[in-house]
């Protein structure tokens, strides 16, 4: 690896994912630096890096989301690229920009991708005009309410409203009448500006029973483009992902072509570089239609890599560094099934609601080919109230669907945390349920069967 010319990796993140990325970086040989709030001064991260650098206190906007002392910390200890993880910096145009400037590789897309993808209609009408579907909607600049509303009423309902600069489920309402538009635009629009500040909003149809299928691509600098498959994360729960799996049960290949071809298409439209997700919304009909990209790896892309044999995060690294992809579609294959379950300090109990506290035992399953254990937590550490409560993410990976299933079952009841309340039991209560096993999935899997989950 003598001429990656990447020598020095500054890791703007925090916990399971700052983790999974200095392990990969340190077997390329590349030093790593750690940044940590107060909050994370005895973390795993801060003990696996090779050197760790305090950068202020526990809320995220005054540590990890701050642009120019990470940028600081990566001069002072001549790191010379950055990889920003997931969540925090890694969607900020501004930021990547920030580290051209300052001549350090910032490990994502070309800051025109980040921006270009960073509204979601701005992505729709790039994507529009590349030829990739779309659900039916209305992504204009004409945000007047008389505007919206004969648009929705034309689009006919049930449709949903999104603010464009939405994400992780906020800012979005269904609306089930043309009489309730207002008042959900309205609510919405709070939400939008309170949560990202700007309240523009897309109107669009809202799929009674889709899929989340979305696809893993990889693009390098001289212009070439692969896809690694699909994952389906269709069980979820108020718009966000509780389990995984890859591949898409019941897909078929013809479909995982075009889908995949069709995610290679969105990626060129924006000249993109590096590992994206391109979302889509499946239809039962086989009939799919892209949702947004997210220009980042993904918190569930250990499962592509269970069914691809490969190291995402080692292709981020060869990719930010100029060389080629290491690998052409036609030497890409799935091999087996996968799947993630996230391991939260939650209370299913009560609403979900988060737990915080010391961990005082955790105890896991027999680690080997078939069982990973992701986390940035180990017994004696705490779960803050200050950063998303995912204490580890389990990933197990099989011959097929049915025998990855028992695994998880198997890796589910090998694992003990002690001390806060998780959803431990309630996710093996789902890898054990007739439907989920059925592969009867849709993205209100969870509505209709939590009751029999908790
Ligand atoms: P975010 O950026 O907040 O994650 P997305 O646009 O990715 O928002 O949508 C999140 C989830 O909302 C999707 O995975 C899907 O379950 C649901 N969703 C989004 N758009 C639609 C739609 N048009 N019809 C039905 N469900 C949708």
């Known amino acids: 690896m003598a001429h990656l010319s990447i020598n020095k990796l500054l890791i703007a993140n925090r916990g399971e994912i700052a983790c999974r990325i200095i392990r990969t970086a340190q ?15 005895d973390s795993q991260h801060v003990k696996l890096a090779d050197e760790a650098w305090h950068i202020g206190g526990p809320a995220a906007k005054d540590s990890y989301l701050k642009a120019d002392t990470i940028l600081e910390v990566a001069k002072k200890s001549n790191a010379n690229a950055i990889h920003p993880g997931y969540g925090f910096l ?3 145009a501004e930021f990547a920009r920030q580290c051209e400037a300052n001549q350090v590789i910032f490990v994502g897309p070309p800051v025109p991708a980040i921006e270009a993808m960073g509204s979601k209609s701005d992505a729709k009408s790039i994507m529009e005009n590349a030829g ?57 629009k709070r939400e939008a500006i309170s949560s990202f500040g700007d309240d523009r909003v897309l109107v669009e149809k809202y799929l009674t029973k889709p899929r989340h299928v979305e696809i893993q691509v990889f693009a390098d600098s001289q212009g070439d483009a692969v896809h690694l498959f699909e994952r389906d994360c269709s069980i979820q729960r108020r718009h966000q992902k509780v389990i995984e799996e890859a591949p898409a049960p019941g897909l078929s290949e013809e479909t995982r072509e075009q889908m995949g071809q069709v995610a290679i298409t969105a990626a060129k439209a924006i000249g993109y570089e590096g590992a994206g997700t391109v979302e889509f919304l499946y239809d039962h009909d086989g009939s799919f239609y892209f949702m947004e990209m997210n220009t980042r790896l993904q918190v569930e ?33 799935i ?14 109990d009560n609403d979900f609601l988060p737990a915080t506290g010391k961990i005082s035992y955790m105890g896991l399953p027999q680690t080997n080919a078939n069982v990973r254990v992701d986390s940035g937590i180990v017994s004696g550490d705490s779960v803050s109230v200050y950063y998303d409560p995912m204490i580890a993410k389990l990933i197990v990976w099989d011959r097929d669907r049915s025998a990855a299933l028992a695994r998880l079952r198997g890796a589910l009841a090998d ?40």
């Open 301 to 333: 892309h250990p499962v592509t890599e269970m069914i691809t044999g490969l190291d995402l995060v080692e292709w981020q690294i060869m990719v930010a560094n100029g060389l080629p992809l290491p690998l052409q579609q036609n030497q890409l294959t």
């Open 27 to 41: 077997r390329m040989g590349i030093e790593c630096v750690a940044v940590y709030s107060d909050a994370d001064k």
């Open 90 to 92: 890694s969607e900020n």
């Open 415 to 454: 694992f003990h945390v002690a001390g806060l309340t998780t959803n431990i039991e309630f996710l093996h209560h789902l890898a054990s349920n007739d439907s989920f096993n059925n592969a009867d999935l849709d993205t209100h899997f969870l509505d209709k069967h939590g009751e029999e989950l908790t």
């Open 335 to 348: 091999n087996g099934h996968a799947f993630e379950a996230r391991i939260y300090a939650e209370d299913p």
């Open 132 to 188: 990739v579907p779309l659900v039916q909607g209305y992504h204009g600049n004409d945000q007047s309410d008389d505007r919206l509303q004969s648009e929705a009423d034309k689009i006919g309902y049930p449709l949903l409203i999104k603010a464009t600069a939405g994400g992780g489920g906020k800012g979005m309402r269904v609306v089930e009448s043309s009489a309730d538009f207002i008042d959900a635009l309205n609510s919405c």
